[in-house]
């Protein structure tokens, strides 16, 4: 590395190499120094230490990348190496090469020893695979998903700007807001799972994807005890609102409906906008008034949106209550970021969930070895 970045590692401070240790004091023999907790010393901040690397920019996040395509090759070079251990033997065989043939034309070049990518290493196809099987249990033992929960990360957030360093701004810091993200994700978990925000929660299944700008967000489905399921148009009115709330009663929730989880705005006042396909809305904005909670005929709840002459300044329009998007008031205070909870009507958002971070992948060149799942 100090070769690679001269700038970060200007007097040829030694890399990551196989013989580093932990420091251990208390064990005799300390264990070997991953890859991943070197990196992890490395963008560390400490008090009295001047860290170029934090003060990067650019040249920060291609660091990262890099340290993380070396630890994730040598993963893979493990696994290749020692496929004995990992049990490949049961993936391996006759029977095994006939049912990957899939359409019968097994061609019989093929068989001999296949390197199999096990379903821990994350992000491989057994690992999807295995995730989307698990949800489809949960979701077929508990019959119902109550409540499709999307969290998106706020790079405003206080914990993440009281960090920053001088002249800094929130995309030169991933590392600090992965690191805030996830502290907040397992919060919002912990809300809804052990305190109960929405009611018993007997299951969850989240998933979380990074956006091509860097920010992570989270799909949660989340399934509630029997008493506490939404069935009627009065349960989904205890859980969603869709409606501006009061400026003067609930002060910081305004600011997070207004700053975080209104729609666009698009359509007339906006042709540009990124969802516009055609010169229509593809998330269907704005919404209709509706004057009460109510199931259409697809399934799908059509919110309480009322017609109350309420509307407010956002960036150059005033927009009213078709413009916000469905939110849970206590989430929204509480977190100060875009919630979007919505009633789960239909079994497919567990797919929609197992496959989304599948989605618009960034193009490579590549080449297929039908038998070498690592490559």
Known sequence: MSLHYVLFFPYGEDGWHWELRMHQPEKQ?????????????????????????????????????????????????YLRNNQGQLRALLYSGLEDAVASAGDGNLNLRNLGQRVILPSSYTGGPRYMYQCFQDGLALA???????????????????????ELLPGQTTADRPDLVA?????????????????GVFGRTVAYIYTIKFQKRGLPHMHML?????PYKLLTPADIDTTICARWPDPKAHPLLFETVKTCMIHGPCGA????????????????????????????YEGYPLYYRP?????????????????????????????????????????????????????????????????DKIA
């Open 179 to 195: 690191r805030v993200f996830q502290m907040k994700k397992d919060a919002i978990v912990d809300f809804v799972y052990k305190r």
């Open 307 to 371: 017609d109350d002459n309420r509307s407010f300044m956002v960036g150059n329009h005033m927009l009213d209550n078709r413009w916000v998007i469905p939110y849970n008031p206590f989430m929204s205070a509480t977190f100060g970021c875009h919630i979007n909870v919505e009633c789960a009507i239909s079994f497919a958002s567990v797919k929609y969930v197992s496959k989304y971070i599948c989605k618009g992948h960034d193009r490579a060149t590549m080449q297929v070895n039908s038998n």
């Open 29 to 77: 023999n300390p264990s070997h120094l991953s890859q991943i907790h070197y990196a992890a010393f490395r963008i560390f901040p400490r008090e009295l230490e001047f860290s170029s690397i934090l003060r990067g920019g650019a040249l920060f996040q291609q660091y990262l990348v890099d340290m993380f395509a070396s630890a994730d090759q040598a993963r893979l070079t």
């Open 269 to 296: 006042l906006n042709p540009n906008a990124p969802c516009m396909e055609d010169g229509i809305c593809t998330k269907k904005y704005p919404k209709s008034f509706i004057e009460q909670t109510s199931i259409n």
């Open 140 to 162: 077929r033992h508990f019959k119902k998903i109550d409540i499709f929960m999307t969290v998106t990360c706020n790079p405003k957030w206080p914990e993440i700007e009281c």
């Open 222 to 226: 989340i399934f509630l005890e029997q």
